[in-house]
């Protein structure tokens, strides 16, 4: 992402595994922070993948980093890893499942089926 003088402000990286999107990395740039601009990138992986067969977008952030942000976004709380010698450092795993989605990546074919 990048503002009107085409430096970079944002930026989000993701990968998939099967019929699942990791977002691995997502960044904004102090001074463009609370201006929705992580609400877009988030949204804009959710258009470039919806209706492609995927199932889910996962993440995991820190509790210093911003939980709070992701459940606004609508991703739904899985588990909390605590990390109980350095609290900031729990991790928070959300995901976000496609509605009505029919899966077809990452499924494989039966062995019995001729290829």
Known sequence: MKND????????????????????EI????KYRQKGFGRLLLSEIEKQFEGKGFWNISLCTSEYQAPEF??????????????????????????KYFKNEI???GILQSCTEKI
């Not at 993701?14 to 691995?24: L, R, S």
């Not at 960044?27 to 102090?30: E, P």
């Not at 606004?72 to 990390?83: A, D, H, P, S, Y």
């Not at 450092?89 to 995901?95: E, G, H, Q």
């Open 103 to 105: 899966q077809t990546q």
């Open 70 to 95: 992701y459940r606004k976004c609508g991703f739904e709380l899985e588990f909390i890893r605590k990390n109980h010698q350095h609290p900031k450092l729990t991790k928070y795993f959300f995901v």
């Open 27 to 30: 960044w904004i740039d102090s």
């Open 5 to 24: 003088i085409s430096e970079i402000v944002g930026l989000l990286t993701a990968y998939t595994v099967f019929a699942e999107i990791y977002i691995d």
